[in-house]
């Protein structure tokens, strides 16, 4: 994750979209940066169709969009105007499409964002927190997207949850949690979901004294080796005296020292736990996504959407490069 220089809000006018405001206004507080506001006006292809078969004498593009888009800059700058502090308050931007998940994520990767900020915007009737569009927007971004529910405020953000496999893969989202955990003075929780069909580390007891202590000690192998593969993170792993873990993170002309805190549980489902956790122990969450689709998606990419869902503090989700391409 880069310097969050630029970031970019979709909004639906919803208050579930405006969540994101407030949020964004007080982390921009801590890195600094610009907001830009883009609203996507939804294409009507069949009214559009219609019109051209029976031969309207007027034109849906020449003479109806270009209004409706000068009416909803005018709405989008209203938001920022109200929402946004004037050293962070960027420019209104509207666009037309038919699938605003896609308008968003090619805007976005054209114009080299450096973040996207989602408001909420589910259903209080199924439960479920994030909506369609921030779900779209979040498996296929290959920008950090940072999507907000709840009322936790970045600074009072304490803990910051990393759920990992121990793969390379879900490590990559040490850096940016660190970034994050640096700059907001909170701690990081590693977080591993042994499933009771079985994952590695292998026969591991929570309840065993030596068996945590042979866990942790392969846990922290596990970390070295992935961050000494990484030098140019400037990220490396230490214990103090009493055998604290800490992240040293040099960022910036910066750095920062982060409490590091390994935990694990047994469950039958690794989103469930994680989410579970998260609602007692953290404010924010950081983890990797694949960003797959298809089959891919339906085997692979199920954790990170359900947390992704069901969670209900902020969580940034970040696609590394590798995964860009599939």
């Known amino acids: 994750m880069r310097k969050l220089n630029r970031i970019l809000i979709p909004t639906d006018f919803s208050d579930g979209a405006r969540k994101a405001y407030s949020y964004i206004d007080s982390l921009l507080d801590v890195f600094g940066g610009e907001v830009d506001i883009i609203h996507i006006v939804p294409t009507i292809k069949y009214l559009h169709e219609s019109m051209k078969k029976v031969g309207y004498p007027f034109s849906l593009d020449q003479d109806v969009y270009p209004h409706i888009v000068e009416d909803n800059e005018s709405r989008v700058n209203d938001e920022l105007e109200k929402y946004i502090s004037v050293k962070h308050r960027g420019k209104a931007v509207v666009k037309i499409g038919r699938k605003a998940y896609e308008v968003v994520l090619e805007y976005a990767h054209n114009?080299?964002?450096?973040?996207?900020?989602?408001?909420?915007?589910?259903?209080?009737?199924?439960?479920?927190?994030?909506?369609?569009?921030?779900?779209?927007?979040?498996?296929?971004?290959?920008?950090?997207?940072?999507?907000?529910?709840?009322?936790?405020?970045?600074?009072?953000?304490?803990?910051?949850?990393?759920?990992?496999?121990?793969?390379?893969?879900?490590l990559k989202a040490l850096l940016p949690a660190a970034i994050m955990a640096g700059r907001l003075k909170s701690e990081i929780t590693l977080f591993h979901v042994k499933e009771l069909h079985g994952s590695e580390p292998e026969n591991d007891n929570n309840s065993d004294d030596n068996a945590i202590q042979k866990f942790r000690k392969k846990v922290i192998k596990k970390i070295d080796a992935f961050l000494e593969a990484r030098p140019k993170a400037l990220l490396s792993l230490i214990s103090d005296d009493d055998e604290s873990l800490i992240l040293h993170l040099e960022r910036d002309d910066e750095t920062y020292r982060i409490p590091l805190d390994i935990e694990q549980v047994r469950g039958v489902s690794a989103h469930y736990e994680i989410v579970d956790f998260a609602e007692e122990n953290a404010d924010m969450i950081v983890i990797a996504t694949h960003g797959r689709s298809g089959l891919a998606h339906m085997f692979m990419g199920s954790t990170t959407e359900k947390v992704v869902q069901w969670a209900k503090i902020p969580v940034l989700t970040i696609r590394p490069k590798e995964m860009h391409k599939k």
């Open 111 to 170: 114009q080299k964002y450096d973040l996207i900020l989602m408001g909420a915007q589910g259903t209080h009737a199924d439960h479920i927190i994030r909506g369609h569009v921030t779900e779209k927007v979040i498996r296929f971004s290959r920008i950090p997207v940072l999507s907000i529910s709840g009322t936790i405020m970045p600074e009072n953000t304490e803990n910051v949850l990393v759920p990992t496999d121990f793969s390379d893969f879900s």
